[in-house]
């Protein structure tokens, strides 16, 4: 999830923990802190653009690591505050704001490598958008409350926001299971077999929901909000590259981009340049993580590492249009 809300999360749990045992703006802020922690391997190179992409949500997402750094950073909160006594409860508080950063993170598309360093295998929900201020807001009110009333009513706000987020990411489980059964049935009443089928949350909310149905050759997507008049799918169809995937499927950045996107991926060639697009984050033409892993030439001799080159829509025209969407207005999607 975005930054806010790590924080949001963060400091809502620290304060759910702490209670009245100190004061709310350290529960907060140290929550706020430790929410943000994992998220600092962002600004690691690790070499190239695909690395950098498969390599975020790695060991600082991971449940063992974390575990092992919550008593540490427990430690240092405890001693900063004269609070020795509350040792256990810091590691408590901490520990619980460390591992749910990336148990939200498991919720969005995007890849989760909770098990390093026993396993690399990126987790991935994805039943909500990366930003969704829906889940955001009633942690982000909850925390104000508990920082301004100062008393059992702001630490209950406190405790309501986290309950009604929960509440949220179960509603988006089940809605996305919804639209699952309704793309499923969809590609059955056409006579389509696809080897995979990829079913996530629009930008921001969780009523309009995007599929992506890969065959070995191609790739449907189609869009699907919870009020629609009907259950039809209108599906757009689009090549893979197969031939370029017969070719080049092999290559060390390929296999790496096809485990981490979990088979949904596209291949493509211009100028002689190879490109490999994930299709789970973006909507067609435009889609965050594109790269450009160069000519034959270049890769054989490692004369050119991959780089980003993903685009994103024109928000001014994107964003009525995905509300249009949303409302079940077809011809605005």
Known sequence: MDSLTQIA????????????????????????????????????????????????????????????????????????????????????????????????????????????????????????????????????????????????????????????????????????????????????????????????PAPFNTVLWRFVATTPTQYREGFYSLLDDSSRIAWTVHERGADLLGQHGNEPYLARMAAFSHGFYSLSSTDSRLFVTDLRMGQEPHYTFRFDLGTDAARANGGHRPTLEGSRPDLATALPGLWRRVLGHRSGG
């Open 9 to 200: 999360l963060g400091s809502a749990v620290g304060v759910a923990v702490m209670g009245r045992r100190t004061a709310v703006w350290k529960a907060a802020l140290w929550g706020a802190i430790g929410g943000t922690l994992p998220d600092l391997d962002a600004f690691i190179d690790h070499g190239d653009a695909i690395l950098n992409m498969t390599r975020h949500r790695a060991e600082s997402h991971a449940l063992f690591v974390l575990t092992l750094a919550a008593p540490l950073l427990a430690w240092i909160v405890s001693r900063v505050h004269g609070e020795a006594a509350l040792f256990k409860r810091w590691w408590l508080a901490l520990w619980l704001v460390l591992i749910t950063h990336p148990l939200l993170d498991t919720m969005t598309v995007y890849g989760t490598q909770l098990l390093q360093p026993f396993s690399d295998y990126p987790f991935a929900v994805g039943s909500v958008f990366i930003i969704d201020p829906a889940y955001t807001v009633p942690l982000i009110v909850g925390v104000i409350a508990a920082l301004r009333l100062k008393s059992a009513r702001g630490l209950a706000w406190n405790t309501a926001g986290l309950v009604i987020s929960t509440l949220y990411l179960a509603w988006s489980v089940g809605a996305q299971w919804h639209a699952t059964q309704v793309a499923r049935a969809s590609l059955q009443n056409e006579g389509v077999a696809v080897d995979g089928l990829l079913v996530t």
